[in-house]
């Protein structure tokens, strides 16, 4: 586990502050699994929130060092998320574990030519099939219980919860996990005071 080794006094800054995990749902995906996990590792009695998407997460969130975004490293667009956001977002810890194993699952077709999947794994469909994409594995689950497509890549764990048939098991994948600390720079801080300042 990498986390950021030095503290920066009085800021805030730093995994100590972090009590808030806000990352990508529904239910079933890897990237709360992972969320739960750090929180265990860190000993922090924490709560997770769960977000459509990692960019609506933080958006929500209040920037007061508390609340962190888990992402990871194969995250799409992750890099614009980092770098569009470095007056407010920073990453203080990432750590390796295996998601839940991935599987291509159906309500049921044995041979799905519709296949709802996160851009992420995409990879995993078949080349005869059409992707339609969506934000999470455990979205690709409820898109294709729903009948709206009719297969889906997602993980065990969504594709139990939606009663889904699993066609193959692609396994565990070994997987890189971030910790985004949402914090204001001092310069934004100030500039938020002065503001407010101005209004009394």
Request: with cysteine; aromatic share 4%.
């Amino acid at each position: 586990m990498t986390t950021e080794s030095h503290r920066h006094m009085g800021t805030g800054i730093g995994v100590d502050s972090i009590r808030y995990v806000h990352t990508l749902g529904p239910q079933g995906t890897n990237l709360e699994a992972a969320a739960h996990e750090w929180l265990h590792r860190r000993g922090i009695d924490g709560k997770i929130e769960l977000h459509a998407s990692l960019e609506a997460a933080l958006d929500a969130v209040p920037d007061d060092g508390e609340h962190a975004l888990a992402a990871c490293a194969v995250y799409p667009d992750l890099h614009t998320l980092t770098f569009g956001n470095l007056h407010r977002l920073r990453m203080v810890d990432s750590f390796i574990m295996p998601t839940h194993n991935m599987v291509l699952a159906s309500a049921g077709a044995d041979d799905p030519r519709t296949v709802s999947t996160h851009p992420a794994p995409v990879g995993l469909v078949s080349a005869h099939a059409e992707s339609r994409l969506v934000l999470s594995n455990s979205q690709a689950a409820i898109d294709c219980a729903a009948g709206r497509t009719e297969g889906c890549i997602t993980t065990i764990v969504a594709a139990e919860r939606h009663g889904l048939r699993v066609l193959r098991d692609f396994g565990p994948v070994p997987m890189v996990f971030t910790i985004h600390q949402v914090l204001a720079t001092d310069d934004e801080a100030a500039g938020r005071r002065e503001t407010i300042g101005a209004m009394l």
